[in-house]
Structures are given as C-alpha cells and as structure tokens.
C-alpha cells in the first residue's frame, strides 16, 4: 500500500528552495490521481502543491449541489466512495473524500501554495511559489485550465438593483435571492439543478445556449454511465465519430425531471442566448427581452492563462490536446482527446483506473512519454523509473511505443487493423 510505504515521511514542507522529481500543481481529483499512481509505481519524490485547502473547490460550491455521476464513477484509484442516502453524492461528501484519500494514502500535499511562474531552466523546470522555490525534472499541471468565472458581457449593463449571482463564486441556497421572477441563464446540468431548485418558490425562466439535450438517468434499469462504459462511448478517442457527436451537440443533462417541468409550464424555456443588458431586462439573440429581478448566472468557467513561460508545442496533425514542454504535462483536460468534458472526478478516474492507469509514466493526453509531438520518434528523455518487481504499463512499452491495445466499439476498424501488427517488445 502507498499509505505503509510513505506514512513514515514527514511531509515536505515548501519554505525555501528544495528539489524533487515532480511537481504536480493543483490538489484537485486530477493532481491526487497523479500523485497516487507515480507514489504506487515509482520510486520518484514528489510534490502536489495548491493555494486551496483540499476539498475546498467543493465546499465553495451551492449547498444542495449533487454530482450526476454515480458514487462508482465519482471515486479516484485505490479508494471507493462510500455507500450513501443518494446515488450520486453531494458536494460535502466529495470534499470529505478528497481529504481522506489524502490521509489515506499519506500523499504529499502541501496547502496555501500559490504558484506564481514556472519557467524552464537547466533541463528542469523552476517554480516560484508563495513559500519559496521549487525545482523539478518534470511538471504536471493538474489546477485545470477553466479558473475563471465566465460571465456574458450582458451582465454589466443591467441595473444595480438586478440580483446577479454566479452558480459558483456567491450563490449559496434559494434564500439568497428575493422573492419574484428569476432568470437562470446556461444550458448544462447546473442549470438544470438550479431550475429545479427554484421551481417551488420562484418564477423560473431558463436562457440557454440552444436546446437543452436531455439524457435519462437510468435506460432499463441501469444508470446511464455504465452504459457508456459498456458501449465504448466513456472511453472514445478524439477521432472517433461519437466524440464528434458530443461536441457538437453541447453539454448534456442528466435526467430528465428539468424537461418535465417544462413541458408542463412550471419553468419557462428560452433556447437563445443572452446578448444584451437593458437596465432591468436582457435581451435574447432572437430578439426576445425578458424583465428580471434576478439573474443566477450558470454560465462555468473560462480559459485561464498558464503560468508557464515554457512555449507551447504543436501536436500532430488530428490531435486536440497540446503539450507545453518537454516533461510538462497536462491532467484533467478531456475534452480535447475524449468525448466528455474533464469536470467531473468520474472523467479523471476514467482515464486513470481504466485505460490511463496502464501508464506509470506521466504523459500528456496526446503523446506517450519519450515521444516528441512533432516528430513522433523517439526522445533523448528517459522514462521514469518503476518500482521493483513492477512491470511496464500494458499499453505502453518501456520505451514509450505503443502495443497493441483493446478495441472498444468508437474506434475506427482501420486503427485496429494497424494495432494489430505492433507487437509489444519488452526491452
């Protein structure tokens, strides 16, 4: 277990200029994942920093917030939710979840530790942090790149008595806002449980992107997300014609009971986007303006602007994701090389206790470690080094070439055709 080998380690401390093999920036899901697997199959020091508490990513969140993944595709490696009242659990069971799978397996967090730039230097990277200098062989960058409340234009121009609160950063319960009509603007699942929220005790109107695309919750008896996992679709490549469906289509919603109350009347469903502020009304891309007294902006996160000074570096021709530098990694992002987003724990865990943690290598989405994206041959930087008695990842050789791989029913017959003539060669 990783908790008996390492319990006996003091945990690092970032006071002043230390030295390790990886730096992984962000306790979230994804940064603890990581940080489990290299711990379980290597022999590297490492260092998972964050400014925030762990958990407190969820704890920030509204009250009633429920996951609509299940407990089984919520959980990270290693350690199962625990049995609960609800299927899915609720954001305060995820933030205890995430502290205990770093009590449990004695990993190296250290908390309050704000990266500030990350630069290469001297075949490493050099991070300058809130409590000193941090340099590393290699870097993961596990804080996701979607920090940053994303709020429409329109929001500026309404008046100052206009109750406007963001899903994330100040809505808390429906007592925060006052009694009356209330406008929740976006399209995705926390719209959907917001509508759902205020339907008894306000006047709920929903502007959305388009149509809102409802998913059941259940298809003959079985969640729907074991039925994407049977099916392929969970674990689909960027290419595959399924993931092509999803990102054109848009963020699902789960379950269907959003969609009953509209067709029944009880909730008010614009598909049009907001464009515009008008004192004490907004006004919809079809033209439509709507009065409000309240708005809850469901509208997520935007792109945040890496720390990293490192260049970035194309990928080859067809792939989504980017690597930023030679040993620089990228964890969490999803929705450039699968067709779901990376948002969730269960998106991470996926791709870590099923396809992804055959590689105890770190490695971007798009390149196994030891591969350049522009060339695709071989590179002069060493893979890391597993623990004793432990073999290569089944996927991925040693040396970073592909083996042969499972088919799963996204992915073309032609790439299974030419999967079946790489044989896997242990060196």
Known sequence: MVAEARAAAPAPEVDAERDVDVLVVGAGQAGLGVAYWLLRRTTLSVLVVDALPVGQSWLGRWDSLQLFTPRRFSALPGLRLPRGVTRSPSRAEMAWYLQEYVRRFALPVETGVRVERLSQAGGGFTAETSR????????????????????????????????????????????????GDVLVVGGGNSAAQLALEHEATHTVTVASPGPPWFLPENIAGLNMYWWTLFTGVLNARADAWV????????????????????????????????????????????????PVSSVLWCTGFGPTPAASTSPPRSTTAGRRCTRPAPRQYLASIEWGCRGRPGSTPQSFTASTATPAHHRPHLSSRCTPPGVTNDTRQPAATPSIPLREGRQGPQHLRRDGALARRPRCLCRPAAQHRRARHVRRQDP
Not at 144 to 152: E, K, N, Y
Request: net charge positive; no cysteine.
């Open 132 to 179: 000193g200098v941090v340099r590393a062989r290699q870097v993961v960058l596990a804080s996701g790149p979607f920090r940053r409340l994303h709020v429409p234009a329109a929001a500026g121009a309404l008046d100052g008595g206009v109750v406007q609160l963001h899903s994330v950063a100040a809505y808390r319960r429906p007592q925060d806002l006052p009694a």
């Open 243 to 290: 993931s092509w469906y999803v990102r054109r289509r848009g963020d699902a919603i789960v379950g269907t009971q959003a969609r009953r109350l509209i067709r029944e009347g009880r909730v008010r469903l614009h598909p049009h986007r907001v464009v515009a502020g008008r004192g004490r009304a907004v006004e919809l891309a079809d033209g439509t303006v709507l």
